[in-house]
């Protein structure tokens, strides 16, 4: 496994430099709370025909930060978008919250969740 830190403003120029859908498959889109009110964003990437070769690009965000869509290059990540937005009260780029939590659910479960 492999990670790659990259700022928020460069993810998606990192994504597109770096995807190609006939040797990697997107496995997820992941959030870690941390300290100060600030969260890290994962995009697991795994190598096709590969045993445990994974790449993980990822961000220290501010809960208040814009995370870009990817949804342009890979239309799956639609799912892994909604479901930031949901368990940690996130903006992503065209991803609507109400995927996984009803209204009357407790809203970002996960945002309390301190490493």
Not at 12 to 35: M, P, Q, S, V
């Amino acid at each position: 496994m492999r990670k790659i830190k990259v700022s928020l403003e460069r993810i998606r120029d990192e994504i597109e430099i770096f995807y190609d859908y006939k040797k990697w498959h997107f496995l997820t889109l992941n959030g870690l709370a941390l300290k100060d009110d600030k969260m890290e964003v994962q995009w697991i990437f795994s190598k096709y025909e590969a045993l445990d070769e994974v790449i993980i690009y990822y961000a220290e965000i501010k809960y208040s930060d814009i995370i870009p869509t990817i949804t342009d290059m890979i239309p799956s990540a639609i799912i892994s978008q909604r479901e930031l937005v949901d368990m940690f009260g996130v903006t992503v780029e065209g991803s609507a919250k109400g995927l996984y939590l009803d209204e009357d659910s407790i809203q970002m479960p996960l945002s309390g969740c301190k490493i």
